[in-house]
Antibody
Framework: EVQLVQSGAEVEKPGTTMKISCKVS????????VYWVQQAPGKGLEWMGVVDPEDGETIYAEKFQGRVTITADTSTDTAYVELSSLRSEDTAVYYCAIGSGAFLRYFETWGQGTLVTVSS | EIVLTQSPVTLSLSPGERATLSCRASQSVSGSYLAWYQQKPGQAPRLLSYGASNRPTGIPDRFSGSGSGTDFTLTISRLEPEDFAVYYC?????????FGQGTRLEIK
């Protein structure tokens, strides 16, 4: 069974950097791209970026460019998203998801989500 | 960037009725690369349809997607109690990947 298990909820201070993990199992890590999606409270879904675990290549959404870093560790089958210079508007649930075949893809399986609260 | 507009924002129906959800794109979606997701409170989204009309394994056949170009539809033929949720469309034909703002399907 394919599973994506994300790290637990976090509270971060404004101006700091968050880092969330997404550990996958049930498939070969390098066979699927890993995506990250942001969902602010009561709002819709926003794509942040994607990583190809095979070679580490990434594409980021323009909104997050310069503040986001997505990586993949093939030794632990875990993907990460870092978001720097946090502000209150970054309070959201962050999801990882996987898709195959191309960077631009639908998301076949999702993690359970990680709530990040940015508050002083 | 392709903007997806979903309508209606809220749809109130009863179990057993037919639901029709619309997703309109600001420009043509390349390859009909349009997906639909269902999201229930406190849960991650679930893929219902991809490539405009393909259904993943395990998705009931009461869910059907259709459309091309700029106009897409998700139809739920006979609503079950568990179908009341928020539905999102997503285009993945061009970068950046974008989502619609969602349609809330509520019990009448």
């Amino acid at each position: 069974e394919v599973q994506l298990v994300q790290s637990g909820a976090e509270v971060e201070k404004p101006g700091t950097t968050m880092k969330i993990s997404c550990k996958v199992s049930g498939y070969t890590f390098t066979d699927f791209y890993v995506y990250w999606v942001q969902q602010a409270p009561g709002k819709g879904l926003e794509w942040m970026g994607v990583v190809d675990p095979e070679d580490g290549e990434t594409i980021y959404a323009e909104k997050f460019q310069g503040r986001v870093t997505i990586t993949a560790d093939t030794s632990t089958d875990t993907a990460y998203v870092e978001l720097s210079s946090l502000r209150s508007e970054d309070t959201a649930v962050y999801y990882c998801a996987i898709g195959s075949g191309a960077f631009l893809r639908y998301f076949e399986t999702w993690g359970q989500g990680t709530l990040v609260t940015v508050s002083s | 960037e392709i903007v997806l507009t979903q309508s209606p924002v809220t749809l109130s129906l009863s179990p057993g009725e037919r639901a029709t959800l619309s997703c309109r794109a600001s420009q043509s979606v390349s390859g009909s690369y349009l997906a639909w997701y269902q999201q229930k409170p406190g849960q991650a989204p679930r893929l219902l349809s991809y490539g405009a009309s393909n259904r993943p394994t395990g998705i009931p056949d009461r869910f059907s997607g259709s459309g091309s170009g700029t106009d897409f539809t998700l139809t739920i033929s006979r609503l079950e109690p568990e179908d009341f949720a928020v539905y999102y469309c997503q285009q993945y034909g061009s970068s950046p990947i974008t989502f619609g703002q969602g349609t809330r399907l509520e019990i009448k």
